[in-house]
């Protein structure tokens, strides 16, 4: 599985666009690239996956570049409840493990 | 919404003492993890099942941890004997995986282990 690099931390102002980078240099073609949250003291939350095109939830959207080698999660408006460390997966659909970096520390100013 | 269940919570427990931890996965889902996460680090994969066969143990400290999942529904981690640096969150993760596309992971809230 590819591995990621995101940086080690970022702020956002509350109601402002928080744009969350990730490079994965060497991605595979049948990788996904996977966003999960963790909120201190709680398991990870997933919030959105993509292999090609960019995604679009509830929660969030992925931006994935033509080239794959890097992509971008949105969070549209920051809310002092997305401070949580942020974590880009890339994960073939054939694999097995799931493998987590450090993330990136996202915190929302007021 | 469907969750994965652990239990405890929170566990204290003295070095040389065995502690185990228990996971409920959603209802059907056939694959379940067990991740260790230390203190300001990202979670680390320790043991996969695939219903109730093992998959991937190969980050599994064997002499002192244990993972079984008997009936492929509920899982049981066990450290024994316990060591000040397994101090670390736990946390169980399951998934329904149908072999193509994405593979979504579900998180439980974690059980917290501080070793005295």
């Known amino acids: 599985d590819a591995k990621t690099t995101q940086p080690t931390s970022m702020d956002c102002a509350e109601g402002r666009a928080a744009n969350l980078p990730c490079n994965h240099s060497t991605i595979s073609g049948n990788e996904y690239v996977y966003w999960y949250r963790q909120i201190h003291s709680q398991g990870p939350q997933y919030i959105i996956h993509?292999?090609?095109n960019n995604e679009t939830n509830e929660m969030a959207s992925l931006i994935i570049t033509e080239d794959r080698k890097s992509s971008t999660l949105i969070l549209p408006h920051a809310t002092l409840r997305d401070t949580a460390v942020y974590y880009c997966?890339?994960?073939?659909?054939?694999?097995?493990?799931?493998?987590f970096g450090t993330g990136t520390s996202l915190t929302v100013i007021p | 919404e469907a969750e994965v269940a652990q239990s405890p919570r929170y566990k204290i427990t003295e070095k040389s003492q065995a502690v185990a931890f228990w996971c409920d996965p959603i209802?059907?889902?056939?694959?379940l993890y067990w991740y260790r996460q230390i203190l300001g680090q990202g979670p680390e994969l320790l043991v996969q099942?695939?219903?109730?066969?093992?998959?991937?143990d190969s980050q599994l400290p064997k002499d002192r941890f244990s993972a079984e999942r008997l009936k492929g529904v509920d899982s049981t981690l066990k450290i024994q004997p316990a060591e000040l640096g397994d101090s670390a969150m736990y946390l169980c993760?399951?998934?329904?995986?149908?072999?193509?596309?994405?593979?979504?992971?579900?998180f439980g809230a974690g059980s917290r282990l501080t070793v005295l």
């Open positions: 993760a399951s998934s329904f995986y149908a072999g193509t596309g994405a593979n979504v992971l579900t």
């Open positions: 997966i890339v994960r073939a659909n054939t694999g097995n493990q799931f493998y």
């Open positions: 993509g292999l090609k």
């Open positions: 099942f695939q219903d109730e066969s093992v998959v991937d």
């Open positions: 209802s059907g889902h056939a694959t």
